[in-house]
C-alpha cells in the first residue's frame, strides 16, 4: 500500500503542518501589550506613591499573568518563567514595604517579557 518513502513524505508534511498550526496558536495568542499596559500603570502609580493604587495594578499584572502563563510556558523554557516569577515576586515584596526600588524589577521584568512572548525564542 505505501512504500517506505512515501510514508517518510507524509510524516514530514504532518510534521510541518503540525509546526506551523502551534507557531500560528502561540504568535496570535502571545502579547506582551497587557504585560506592558499593566507594568507602564504599575510604574506610574509607584512613581506617584499611590500605593492603594499600586496594589490594584499589581494585582492586575498578577491576574494577566495567570491568565496567560500556560500559553508562555508552552513556548518557552523554564528557566526564563521561573525568573519572571521570581522577579514578580520581589516586586511584589517592594511594593508591600512601599519601596520606591520596585521601579527597578518593573524594567527587569520588562525585558523579562520580550523573551516570554517571543514564539520559540532562541538560546
Known amino acids: 500500500m505505501f512504500d517506505r518513502l512515501h510514508m517518510r513524505y507524509i510524516i514530514m508534511i504532518c510534521w510541518i503542518i503540525s509546526f506551523i498550526v502551534l ?17 507602564n500603570d504599575l510604574e506610574e502609580s509607584i512613581v506617584n506613591e499611590n500605593w492603594d493604587l499600586t496594589h490594584k495594578n499589581l494585582n492586575k499584572l498578577e491576574d494577566t499573568w495567570q491568565a496567560n502563563k500556560l500559553m508562555i510556558q508552552i513556548s518557552n523554557g523554564s528557566t526564563e518563567v521561573y525568573e519572571f516569577e521570581r522577579t514578580l515576586g520581589h516586586l511584589k515584596t517592594l511594593i508591600q514595604h512601599k519601596e520606591d526600588d520596585a521601579l527597578e524589577y518593573i524594567g527587569t521584568l520588562k525585558v523579562i517579557l520580550k523573551n516570554l512572548t517571543d514564539v520559540f525564542p532562541g538560546p
Do not use: R
Request: glycine residues 0%.
Open 23 to 39: 507557531w500560528s496558536t502561540l504568535q496570535l495568542s502571545l502579547s506582551v501589550e497587557p504585560f506592558i499596559n499593566n507594568l
